[in-house]
């Protein structure tokens, strides 16, 4: 079955950076857009970025556009999201996410806190 593995998140100060990683299993990765979303307290769950099957186009979140990298590696079956200059209000659960079969998958999530 379909499983993401999420990990990286952790608690830093603002401007520091994180990398997350999804490790991903179940399905034919190198067929399928990914996409990292995030959820912050009281708040909806937003998309922040996506990458195309060969990673060739990429999509951000205007809040984090020029401070966030996607980046994939099929032959891992693994995709990163490197997060730069963070804000406090980058704070949420950080997901990833496919869609086989016309059904969502989501991983379990990691957190990401960001303050002094």
């Known amino acids: 079955q379909v499983q993401l593995v999420e990990s990286g998140g952790d608690l830093v100060q603002p401007g520091g950076s994180l990398r997350l990683s999804c490790a991903a299993s179940?399905?034919?990765?190198?067929?399928?857009?990914m996409s990292w979303y995030r959820q912050a307290p009281g708040k909806e769950r937003e998309l922040v970025a996506l990458?195309?099957?060969?990673?060739?186009?990429?999509n951000y979140a205007d809040s984090v556009k020029g401070r966030f990298t996607i980046s994939r590696d099929n032959a891992k079956n693994t995709v990163h999201l490197q997060m730069n200059s963070l804000k406090p209000e980058d704070t949420a659960v950080y997901y990833c996410?496919?869609?086989?079969?016309?059904?969502?998958?989501w991983g379990q999530g990691t957190q990401v806190t960001v303050s002094s």
């Open positions: 990458i195309t099957s060969t990673g060739g186009s990429t």
């Open positions: 179940g399905f034919t990765f190198s067929s399928r857009v």
């Open positions: 996410h496919v869609v086989r079969w016309g059904k969502d998958y």
